[in-house]
Each structure stands twice: as structure tokens, then as C-alpha cells.
């Protein structure tokens, strides 16, 4: 059991020794990933604006709404 | 009957729409000069700077119909005045609070005793006593006539701490064109920043405007409501 444990310890520190010991200069993988380059700025201004057409739908929702309200204070002050 | 204008027109919001966005997209992605201290960080004046600007044209709006009413009492001019100069101040309020986080990477502080900031805090704390004042006062007519006179007071106070009193070259201030210093246009407003510079002003003008004609249009609702 002893030997075992032995054993497995040793072929673990073998195995993290080899895979130190591989390359690990892969080049970079190019990707098309215009997101991530320039400082990942392209990201931000998706947030704004992700955000400013949420305000602007938000908005034209709440003018709708007082249009209907305007239309209906009408038609009930015409009958 | 409820008064339909340009208001309930929708074209010009549609134009707002246009702009803002425009000026999010350009205003990241566009070339600023490179400058010690202010870095990036000079991208603000496309949003920053038109908080204040859509300040004074929307209360410059309430202004004019505050003098109107006094020339006229119409209800509506009443309406008008009151909604606009709320909708001044909530930008009013976002201007401090931007204002103070550019200041502290870049001046170094939350709040400096800059003159266009405490002129600023009192303009505001006048058009927050706006506020009080009309929501004092039971009796519409004499509310819509005190707070008409009232508000010219407010505007010239405004204009005073905000244009005048930092320009002088008497005062210290760390505002660009403030206390004797050079202006953003003389040095560092390159025509790169105006192509956003102008749009933004429009876009942010129309936003304000949009929110304060959906505070009117409320308004003349309820007291539509409230008349009948």
C-alpha cells in the first residue's frame, strides 16, 4: 500500500515535471476577435450602448403610454 | 381638451437617438489628443460637459416661460416652466456628480473649493428651493406667480455663479477657460473632438428636452384630472 502511494506521488511530480518541460510557446491563435483588441474598449462601448438603447426604449415606452392617455381623455371628453 | 404640439411629435426623438448613439460609439472610439494628467479621461467632455449644457438651455427654457406667464397667465406657460426647470435640475445633479469623479483622477479630490463648483452648488441649492417653494403653496395661481418670480431670481443667480463670478481672472479655478485659464477650444478642442463635441451637445439637448416634455405631458394630464 506504502508502495502504491510511493509510487503515484513520484509519477505525479514526474508528470508535472514533463509538462514543464513541454513547449509552451505556441503561437497565439489568431481568431477573429475584434472584441478583445485595443484594450477590450469595443466591449465598453457595447455596454453604453446596450444601455442607452434600454433608456431609449424605456423612454418611447413611457411616451406611448401618455399618448394612450391623452387619446383616451379625449375620446371620453368628446362623448 | 389636452393640448397636443411638438411635444407628442416623435421626428425629433427619433434625431436624439441618432445623435446620442453617434456620440457614444465616436466619443470611445475616436482620437483625443494626448494630454498629461487629463489622459482619456478628456472623453468626458462629451458627456460631462453636455449635462450642464442641456442645464441651461432647459432652464433658459423655463425661464422664458416664467416670463411669459408674467406677461400672460396662461396655465400651460406655468406647466412648462415648472416641468423644464425640474428636469434642469435632475441634469443639474448629474453634472455635480460627474463633475466629481473626473475631479477625483484628475485634480485629486472629490470636491475642490473651485469656484465653478461651489457656484454650481448654489445654483442648484436655488433651483432646489425652487422646489420647496412651489410645493409650499396651495392656491395655483399664486404659486404659478411666485415661482415665476421666483425663478427669474433663480436663472440670474445661476448664471452668475455658474458664467460669471468663475470667469473672473480674480478667482482660482482649475476649469479650462475659469479664472484666467485657457479655454478647451484654444488649445486642445481638435477638430476630431468637435466631430463629436457638436453632436453630443444636440443629442444630450434632445434627451433633456424628450424627459421634459414627458414631465409636461404628464403634468398637463393631472391637472386636466384635477380641472375637471
Redesign the interface.
Known amino acids: 500500500m506504502r508502495k502504491i502511494r510511493f509510487i503515484s506521488i513520484v509519477m505525479f511530480l514526474l508528470c508535472s515535471v514533463f509538462m514543464q518541460a513541454q513547449p509552451v510557446s505556441n503561437p497565439p491563435v489568431e481568431m477573429a476577435d475584434g472584441m478583445r483588441s485595443d484594450g477590450k474598449i469595443y466591449v465598453v462601448v457595447g455596454v453604453l450602448v446596450i444601455i442607452l438603447f434600454g433608456v431609449f426604449a424605456y423612454l418611447m415606452s413611457i411616451d406611448r403610454k401618455v399618448s394612450r392617455i391623452e387619446k383616451n381623455i379625449e375620446e371620453l371628453s368628446k362623448k | 381638451?389636452?393640448k397636443?404640439d411638438i411635444f407628442?411629435k416623435?421626428w425629433w426623438?427619433y434625431l436624439c437617438?441618432i445623435f446620442?448613439?453617434y456620440t457614444?460609439?465616436a466619443g470611445?472610439?475616436m482620437p483625443v489628443p494626448a494630454l498629461e494628467i487629463l489622459h482619456e479621461t478628456i472623453r468626458n467632455l462629451y458627456f460631462h460637459v453636455c449635462m450642464w449644457f442641456s442645464m441651461m438651455f432647459i432652464l433658459t427654457v423655463s425661464l422664458v416661460y416664467s416670463l411669459k406667464y408674467l406677461n400672460k397667465p396662461n396655465e400651460d406657460y406655468d406647466i412648462i416652466a415648472s416641468q423644464s426647470s425640474y428636469t434642469g435640475l435632475m441634469f443639474g445633479v448629474l453634472g455635480l456628480a460627474t463633475g466629481s469623479l473626473w475631479a477625483r483622477y484628475t485634480w485629486g479630490a472629490w470636491w475642490t473649493n473651485d469656484p465653478k463648483l461651489n457656484g454650481a452648488a448654489i445654483a442648484l441649492l436655488s433651483y432646489f428651493a425652487y422646489v420647496v417653494l412651489r410645493n409650499a403653496m396651495d392656491d395655483e395661481q399664486k404659486r404659478a406667480r411666485i415661482s415665476a418670480v421666483y425663478n427669474i431670481f433663480a436663472y440670474a443667480m445661476m448664471m452668475v455663479f455658474i458664467m460669471i463670478y468663475p470667469r473672473l481672472k480674480e478667482v482660482d479655478s482649475l476649469h479650462p477657460g475659469n479664472g484666467g485659464n485657457p479655454g478647451f477650444n484654444q488649445y486642445d478642442l481638435d477638430s476630431h473632438m468637435r466631430l463629436v463635441f457638436y453632436p453630443a451637445v444636440i443629442g444630450w439637448l434632445l434627451l433633456c428636452s424628450?424627459?421634459a416634455s414627458?414631465n409636461i405631458?404628464?403634468e398637463r394630464?393631472k391637472r386636466?384630472?384635477a380641472n375637471q
Open positions: 381638451m389636452i397636443r407628442s416623435s426623438k437617438i446620442l448613439t457614444v460609439i470611445f472610439l424628450w424627459i414627458i405631458r404628464t394630464i386636466h384630472l
